[in-house]
């Protein structure tokens, strides 16, 4: 997703997402706030944030008594992350798309 600055964005499932600026790539995982490194979509807001949403990666366990983690959708100021767990809708869970309206 190329955002209104000119950066392109690359989800990478288990990898976090990257930010691409024409100089240098910076790698965002959960370390940076993330919920989930398993990044599936990516779509800039009006205001310039952006949205990406992740998937529960621990789903993917063998073992069902295994398959909790977090997910869900993150909202990026370019600073800080802001997470949606007590919305109805948005539970930390997994996000496979995004559109902006």
């Given amino acids: 997703m190329e955002d ?3 950066n392109i964005w690359f989800g990478r499932d288990g990898y976090g997402a990257i930010k691409f600026d024409g100089k ?4 965002i ?3 940076d706030g993330l919920n989930s490194n398993h990044v ?3 779509v800039e807001d009006q ?4 949205w990406i949403g992740t998937r529960v990666a621990e789903k993917d366990h063998p073992d069902p008594n295994k398959r909790t983690g977090k997910g869900g959708l993150n909202k990026f100021d370019g600073e ?3 997470h949606f767990p007590d ?3 948005l539970s930390e869970n997994d996000v496979y798309a995004s559109y902006k309206d």
């Fill in 4 to 6: 209104s600055k000119g």
């Fill in 24 to 27: 240098s790539m910076t790698h």
């Fill in 29 to 31: 995982t959960t370390q």
């Fill in 40 to 42: 599936q979509s990516i």
């Fill in 47 to 50: 205001d310039g944030n952006i």
């Fill in 80 to 82: 800080k992350f802001q």
């Fill in 87 to 89: 919305y109805i809708g």
